[in-house]
T-cell receptor
Framework: ETGVTQSPTHLIKTRGQQVTLRCSSQSGHNTVSWYQQALGQGPQFIFQYYREEENGRGNFPPRFSGLQFPNYSSELNVNALELDDSALYLC???????????FGSGTRLTVV | QQQVKQSPQSLIVQKGGISIINCAYENTAFDYFPWYQQFPGKGPALLIAIRPDVSEKKEGRFTISFNKSAKQFSLHIMDSQPGDSATYFC??????????????FGRGTQLTVWP
């Protein structure tokens, strides 16, 4: 059974640029959630995808968007990067209506 | 607004001692309370979780105590070991409205266990 894998592990971008982060769900999981973890803070919910549709969103602006593919993998896109977007971005997969969320190791994004 | 409040922010315990981390919540829609352990450079890993129909759950050296009336829950790590040194997060989720399908995390507790 494979876990949640995320790529890339680290990324440096310039303010105003766009970034795409990728996530492969744990085998058998059909729901993907994305979280932002600022340094020294707990993860904050960005949004969740189920059946390729956004299914719940946290307090993040529209420049944060996502996709889920038929194989349940997912992408997080962030446009017009700001310095405050620097954080660890975590992907978590689960089964619909189950609470056993499995997290990936994250992508460390630095915006300069 | 922080929906789950966690304390202390940092904790230093001697090897063999008991580590205790506390969390509190307000939203009565929460019905699932997990604890996560996170090592540097890694994502959070589920340690143990509890639902509000029980007051305590134990798995090995880890115990969750839950007080529904006070809206508080805590993690006890017995016989703490240096390998337990990590950041611990409490979290909560619910089954309806804005709590559905998402975890609300506390700010975390940095635990250091001295050998």
């Amino acid at each position: 059974e494979t876990g949640v894998t995320q790529s890339p592990t680290h990324l440096i971008k310039t303010r105003g640029q766009q970034v795409t982060l990728r996530c492969s769900s744990q085998s058998g999981h059909n729901t993907v959630s994305w979280y932002q973890q600022a340094l020294g803070q707990g993860p904050q919910f960005i949004f969740q995808y189920y059946r390729e549709e956004e299914n719940g969103r946290g307090n993040f602006p529209p420049r944060f968007s996502g996709l889920q593919f038929p194989n349940y993998s997912s992408e997080l896109n962030v446009n017009a990067l700001e310095l405050d977007d620097s954080a660890l971005y975590l992907c978590a997969s689960s089964l619909r209506d189950r609470r056993g969320y499995t997290f990936g190791s994250g992508t460390r994004l630095t915006v300069v | 607004q922080q929906q789950v409040k966690q304390s202390p922010q940092s904790l230093i315990v001697q090897k063999g001692g008991i580590s205790i981390i506390n969390c509190a919540y307000e939203n009565t829609a929460f019905d699932y309370f997990p604890w996560y352990q996170q090592f540097p450079g890694k994502g959070p890993a589920l340690l143990i979780a509890i639902r509000p129909d029980v007051s305590e759950k134990k798995e090995g050296r880890f115990t969750i105590s839950f007080n529904k009336s006070a809206k508080q829950f805590s993690l006890h790590i017995m016989d703490s070991q240096p390998g337990d040194s990590a950041t611990y997060f409490c979290a909560a989720s619910g089954d309806r409205g804005s709590t559905l399908g998402r975890l609300y995390f506390g700010r975390g507790t940095q635990l250091t266990v001295w050998p």
